[in-house]
C-alpha cells in the first residue's frame, strides 16, 4: 500500500511518543491528541477527531478488560484471605526456599519460565504472583524487581519460543514457508540467549535494590500489593485460626491443581485441552472467584452478603488506578491496527480499513540491505517495530513473509525468521510495551507498568543484541 500523508503523521506520533518514554514522561496526552489528529485527518472531519479518541477508549478497554478483571479477581481473593489472616500463613513455607531477595528473584525467574512453557502466560501470572511473590517481598526482593523476574522469564523467554504450543514459530515458518521445526528449534536458543542476558543484566543493574527480609518496606510493599492503600484497620470479629489454617492450605493447593488441571489438558488433548491464554485465565479467574466467597461466607456469616461487594469493590479500584492509564496509549495505537481501525475511525462494513502501523513497517522492506550483519538487525528492528501495537503476535507473518524474501547464501531464511520473532514478542508479547499484556504483571505486582518498561528497556535490548550476534555466529 502507498503511504499517505495520515501514515507519516502516525509514523511522527509513534517516535515522539517513544522519544517521550525515553524521557520518563507520561505518554497519555502524546496518545490521546495522536487518536484525535489520525481521525481528523483520516476522515478530514473534526467530528470525527472528537469520535476517534473516545472510541479508541472504548475498543482498548474492551480488549484489555479481560486483564483488568482478572487483577481484579486475585486482588478480591487476596482481600478475602485476609480477613481470615490466611495470606500470612500461605507464604511461610515459601519463605523457607526464599532465604533472601537474590534467592527469591532466581526462584521466581526459574518457576515463571517453566508454568509459562507450558501455557502462554496470561494465565501463569495470576497463579505466580499470588504464591511466590508475596512470599518473595517478604524475603525481600522489591515489588519492581519480581515483577522484572516474571515479565523477563514469562512474557519474554518463555513466550519468545512458544515451544511447547509452537503458535509463534508456526506464524514464522508459514510466513517465510519454511519447516516449523526448523524455526521453532533456533527460537528457543535464542530465546535462552535473550533471556539470560536480560535477567541476569537486570539482576546487576538492580540488585543494590534487594532489602533486608527484616526491612520494613517489605510490610509497604506487601500492602500495595493486596491494594491496601491505607493503614491497615483491624478485622472485626475474632480470628479463626482453624479457617486460617484451612484456607492457608486450600488455596495454594487449589490453585496447584489448577495448575496440573491445564497441564494435563495439554499432554492429553482430552475434553478440556486448551487451557492457554484467555481460556486459561477465565479458568484461574473463576476458581479465584469461588475461593474468595468460600472465604467470605465462612469468615462473615450473614454479612458476606455485603463484604464480598466490598472485595469486588476494591479489586475493581486498585486494578483500574494502577492500569488505568494504559487505556489511552492503547487505544492511539489500536488505531494502527487494521483489526481495530474500523471500529475507531467509524468506517463502513466491506472497506479495507486503515493498518498503519503495518503499512508503515511493510514499507521498509524495499529498503532492507543484503548482507548478513545488516540483514540480521534489520529484520529485529522490523520485528520489534510490528510489536508496537502490544500483540507479539500480529508481526510474525511479517516477518517471516521478511525472512524468505531476503534469504541469501550468507542469510538463512530460518535464522531470519526466529530473530523477527525475537524482536516481535519481546517487545509486544510484552516487556518493553507498557500497552501489551505486561500491564497483568505490573497490577498483580503492585508497580507502575511504565515504570516498569522503562527498568526492562536496556536489558531486553541488550538480550535481544546478543541474540541476533549468537544467531549470526552459529547459524
Known sequence: MELT????????????????????????????????????????????????????????????????????????????????????????????????????????????????LFFWPTPAVPLI???????????????????????????GMALSSDYIMQVAPSLSAKGAELDVGVVANKALVLSLVTGVVAILSSYVLYRTTIRSPLSVQNDIEMKALSGENEEKQPVEGKDNEVLSKLFAVLVPLTLFGVMVVMVASKVWEGRLSGFEGGDGAAFIGGVATILMVFATV??????????????????????????????????????????????????????????????????LQGALPESELLSSFSILIVGMLSGLDGSGFSGLPLTGTLAGAMMSSSADASTLAAIGQMGSIWTGGGTIIAWSSLIAVAGFCGVSVVELVRKNFIPVLLGLVAATLVAMYLW
Open 298 to 363: 465462612l469468615k462473615w456469616k450473614t454479612k458476606a452478603l455485603d463484604r464480598v461487594s466490598d472485595h469486588i469493590t476494591a479489586g475493581f479500584v486498585f486494578a483500574f488506578k494502577a492500569m488505568g492509564p494504559v487505556i489511552p496509549i492503547a487505544g492511539f495505537f489500536f488505531l494502527g491496527s487494521g483489526a481495530f481501525a474500523a471500529d475507531i475511525l467509524l468506517l463502513d462494513e466491506g472497506g479495507k480499513p486503515p493498518a498503519f502501523l503495518f503499512d508503515l513497517v511493510q514499507s
Open 129 to 155: 504472583c499470588a504464591l511466590l511473590v508475596p512470599a518473595a517481598i517478604r524475603a525481600g526482593l522489591p515489588a519492581m524487581m519480581a515483577a522484572i523476574a516474571v515479565a523477563l522469564a514469562g512474557q
Open 5 to 116: 500523508f495520515v501514515h507519516w503523521v502516525y509514523a511522527s506520533i509513534t517516535l515522539l511518543i517513544i522519544g517521550t518514554m525515553i524521557l520518563r514522561k507520561s505518554i497519555v496526552i502524546p496518545t490521546i491528541i495522536g487518536t484525535f489528529l489520525i481521525g481528523l485527518l483520516y476522515n478530514e472531519s473534526l467530528l470525527s477527531g472528537f469520535t476517534s479518541v473516545f472510541l479508541a477508549n472504548i475498543v482498548a478497554a474492551k480488549e484489555l478488560f479481560n486483564i483488568f478483571l482478572i487483577i481484579t479477581l486475585m486482588v478480591a481473593l487476596l482481600q478475602s484471605l485476609k480477613d481470615l489472616r490466611a495470606d500470612e500463613r500461605m507464604i511461610l513455607p515459601i519463605q523457607k526456599v526464599m532465604v533472601n531477595g537474590h534467592v527469591a528473584y532466581f526462584v521466581l525467574v526459574v518457576v515463571t519460565y517453566i508454568i509459562s
